[in-house]
């Protein structure tokens, strides 16, 4: 059986003490850290604060000897020490430091306390945490051990995180499209507190999901549906073909594809959200048999579905007429893709903005603990985190095999458009 032992404050003095008196051991990881500015991530695990200072303590060494009680060597001399700060990856530690003086030019630097002091990509690090889900008001509970050693200040957070914030946005502007096909968008908006962000996943022909802008509002603000998808047109997702958009059913978002892209696009409203709002109108006790007709009902060709869906609007017509005018909104589009007659397994992933959800979700598990949002810049800052993170866990779409069934019903729509056209213009 192992016995085990626990560390007490005088082993760790007993230490900090042998390394002070052979320290000469140090200097090639010191040389290493002024040289390749080493994290030392692994170090700090193992010994603690006594070996980042005892490596500082070498550093001053190697320039003004080691201290010698009542002589003083060289024109650079130990002039004690103060406290001090140490950068280590997403660690910031707490030292204490030693100082030197030049005898005429002053302040010397130390090369280990210059080198640990950089922080490259710290805004990157910090956004990473951000991003999986701790908020500035919980930074340290993802700060691996020796907590007690750590002071990143929220504002230094709060700072790293709208720079590496602004520099996704930057790149998501930017980012171009034109060389992909694009046969799927779908359009959903996630509230953040007070604040919409409306956003765009688009499907290529092979399957492959691609971010494809946000915009602050919501889908019921047609201006704001507008300009995202005037966004994306500029951005090379252009109205040169026909495309099936997947839309939560709002008729702002319609007018907006209407206006940007054109009425001949084939639009599919979410099944879900239909059924959400039909069930909020009604009675808990209604609500089985209403879920119940709608999914039978979806499965029927395009006609007989609407058929039968006009006839449950009927049957609450006198009772419940709101629900009853849930079920008459938008009906044409509840059935758009059963009359491309698309196979089952590619119905199932173009009847529902699922897959948009999917990143709201994830959006809403790494943002859950921000209580306060301050402003919508850092809604859209968040959100462009967020979905940055969730693209990285993208998969190809259900039924991705099939796709080329879509794309053919697609480019048969977009010559029918053309020959009536020409037949117009003729």
Known sequence: MSSYQTVTPADTQAFSEFLSKHGQMLLPMVQLIEQSRTALDD?????????????????????????????????????????????????????????????????????????????????????????????????????????????????????????????????????????LDILIIYLDAIVLGDFHVLGAIGVDG????????????????????????????????????????????????????????????????????????????LPKDQHRNARSTLAAAWKLDAKEGRRQVEQLARWHEKKYPSAAASLREGLNEMFTINAMNLPGQLMRCVSTTNIIESAHWGARQRVGRVRKWQSESMALRWSRCAFEAASKQFRKVMGHQQLWMLKAHLDAMGKEAKLEQAKQVG
């Not at 005892?54 to 001399?77: C, E, H, N, Y």
């Not at 839309?247 to 959200?273: E, T």
Request: aromatic share 2%; hydrophobic share 35%; glycine share 8%.
């Open 43 to 179: 170090v700090i695990d193992v010994t603690g604060r006594a070996m980042i200072e005892m490596i500082l303590q070498v550093s001053a060494d190697t320039l003004a000897g080691v201290k010698s009680p009542g002589k003083k060597r060289g024109d650079i001399r130990h002039h004690g020490s103060q406290d001090g700060v140490v950068h280590l990856k997403e660690r910031k530690l707490c030292v204490r430091r030693p100082r030197l003086r030049h005898r005429t030019d002053g302040e010397v630097d130390i090369p280990a306390y210059q080198s640990l002091r950089t922080r490259p990509r710290m805004a990157q690090r910090m956004m990473q945490i951000m991003i999986d889900g701790v908020s500035t008001r919980r930074y340290k509970d993802v700060i691996p051990r020796m907590a007690e050693s750590v002071g990143i200040s929220k504002s230094a957070v709060s700072r790293a995180n709208i720079e590496a914030g602004e520099v996704l946005l930057k790149e998501l502007a930017e980012r171009r499209f034109d060389h």
């Open 206 to 281: 092979t399957g492959a999901k691609h971010v494809l802008g946000l915009r602050p509002g919501s889908s019921e603000n047609a201006v704001v549906a507008t300009e995202l998808l005037n966004d994306l047109v500029s951005k090379g997702v252009k109205p040169d073909r026909h495309r099936l958009f997947v839309i939560d059913g709002a008729k702002a978002l319609r007018n907006a594809i209407d206006a940007v892209y054109g009425s001949q696009n084939p639009v599919q409203r979410c099944r879900i959200h239909k059924v959400r709002n039909v069930v909020g109108h």
